[in-house]
């Protein structure tokens, strides 16, 4: 199936991304007027302007949104805080629903904070992040579970986004990982593709999407060595996807391994996201061919498209039609 074909039918698709949906903030500051605080003598950053956008989890569903899925919806969790409000705006503001979110239970929303320098546009202070390091509450990762079951069924893609590294605080509990395992049994025609920074192998019956290093570590973790095989066997899903960044991504299944490559690009402007908009892709293509290589071939090129632009950028229909035309056959 040709990139144009499966464009031409990502409109008719639903996606559901549940998980770690948080804020980005972009925060440029000027250097000239960063004087120590008069009360305290502290130096101090002076930020002159804001931009904010959905961060992790829903870097993913900006670009499900971005590439024209027909509904695009997000489940986690935010606090009852200023950030919070902040991301339900830029949810919104894309087009992405934001009302599966779950609201409050003694959290506060999870927030990345990045300070850039007025004057060069690079990021180089230390980054402010608000992270969450207790578990959720029963109360709060019930609804939750609730809340995915139930909206399960009207979603053709569910993504699951496990991005905080801390050991407690984030969405993707044992119990949602569980429940994950549950559909993708109660919907086997469903496609389900799990993201996670730290408990790739946790994961059962679903594809799953690590990185390098991830899928390195995770391996470690579970026979001390690189073994894909031995990872896709505890998982016990169809297939991995290993991104190996501007190489392109390693498709593990049982029946053997398929390298897709991808365009290398001299000069990236800002990787950071550049997983996230594969996994929106991928997915998405994966839905319509049924193929994880033509899920992989249309991944690396939303991604090639991304990594060209400042933050978590997004790749419209029409630009990964000009990638498309300098691709690797």
Aim: hydrophobic share 45%.
């Amino acid at each position: 199936m040709t990139t144009a074909e499966i464009l031409a039918a990502i409109p008719r698709l639903s996606a559901l991304v549940v998980g770690d949906i948080c804020l980005d903030r972009w925060c440029r500051y000027e250097p000239s007027v960063a004087e120590p605080s008069r009360e305290t003598g502290i130096p101090r950053t002076a930020v002159v302007a804001t931009e904010v956008s959905p961060g992790a989890g829903g870097t993913v569903a900006s670009n499900l949104a971005a590439l024209g899925a027909g509904r695009v919806a997000v489940l986690g969790v935010v606090g009852h805080d200023g950030h919070g409000s902040e991301l339900e705006q830029a949810l919104r503001a894309r087009g992405i629903e934001p009302d599966l979110l779950v609201w409050g239970g003694g959290v506060q929303t999870f927030t990345y904070t990045k300070l850039l320098n007025e004057r060069t546009g690079v990021e180089d202070l230390p980054r402010v992040d608000f992270v969450n390091t207790r578990p959720l509450t029963e109360k709060v990762e019930r609804q939750v579970l609730d809340r995915l079951w139930e909206a399960a069924p009207a979603f053709d893609v569910i993504l699951v986004a496990d991005q905080a590294e801390t050991l407690w605080g984030g969405v993707v509990t044992d119990a949602v990982r569980q429940q994950i395992a549950d559909l993708a049994r109660r919907f086997p025609a469903k496609t389900l593709l799990a993201d996670s920074r730290t408990r790739v192998e946790h994961f059962r019956g679903v594809a799953v999407k690590p990185n390098q290093d991830e899928a390195e570590a995770a391996c470690r973790r579970l026979v001390g060595r690189s073994d894909h095989r031995a990872l896709l066997e505890r998982v016990g899903g169809p297939f991995l996807y290993v991104t190996h960044g501007p190489r392109g991504v390693l498709v593990v299944e049982a029946a053997g391994e398929t390298w897709v490559p991808t365009r290398p690009l001299e000069r990236p402007v800002d990787i950071c996201g550049a997983g996230d908009s594969f996994s929106a892709g991928a997915a998405l293509a994966l839905a319509v061919t049924g193929s994880p290589a033509a899920g992989a071939r249309f991944g690396n090129l939303v991604a090639s498209v991304t990594i060209m632009k400042p933050g978590t950028g997004t790749a419209s229909p029409d630009e990964v039609r000009a990638a498309d035309l300098l691709a690797p056959s």
